[in-house]
């Protein structure tokens, strides 16, 4: 059990079954009476937010998690299969991936949440680098602001680039926003 004192921005706690994580934090000293502490908490499960006022002498439960570091192996069906360092596998449900499926590579690295022996959550690294696959060709003399245009990558995702990317460059991708971040320069 957490006390109110332990809560901080980026702790795991479980209320009600359901395991959340502080997103927002604010210790609040009224003139009178106990501390609060006002938090934002993200579901792990779902993704909603909720807002949550604990008192000072309030208990907290510790969700039961644990965190592997897993390597990307292969796509069975909507599973995406992982192994461990003792080459067990780990499947991860397509729905728990979302968007980040599509950055994943072989062989890459990767930690999972798993809460009640089933992964609720992958953390890929922060940045990745994909192929440009298909792209309008950039309009010449269009550069007066920073003008973007749509790309596909390999995989199939789709994602907005600056005019000058064309297929086949490599491109680095921010995969906490699903964003172009930076061309990659052939050597």
């Known amino acids: ?55 000072s002498n309030d208990k907290i439960g510790m969700p039961d998690m644990q965190e592997k570091t897993v390597r990307y192996s292969y796509a069975e069906g909507d599973d995406y299969v992982f192994l461990d360092e003792d080459y067990e596998q780990l499947s991860v449900p397509a729905s728990v991936l979302g968007v980040q499926q599509y950055f994943l590579s072989e062989d890459m690295q990767v930690a999972v949440v798993i809460y009640n022996g089933a992964p609720i959550d992958v953390t890929l690294p922060t940045f990745v680098e994909k192929t440009v696959v298909e792209t309008e060709p950039g309009v010449r003399g269009n550069t007066a602001t920073n003008v973007m245009k749509e790309a596909r990558i390999e995989g199939g995702f789709a994602l907005q680039v600056p005019l000058f990317i064309n297929p086949g460059d490599l491109i680095k991708i921010d995969t906490r926003t699903s964003a172009y971040s930076d061309r990659v320069s052939k050597k």
């Open 1 to 55: 059990m957490y006390n109110a004192s332990d809560l901080r921005k980026g702790l795991k706690i479980e209320m009600d079954g359901v395991p959340f994580v502080v997103t927002e934090f604010n210790f609040v000293k009224p003139g009178k009476g106990q501390a609060l502490y006002v938090c934002k908490l993200k579901n792990m499960l779902n993704g909603g937010t909720v807002s949550k006022t604990f008192r």
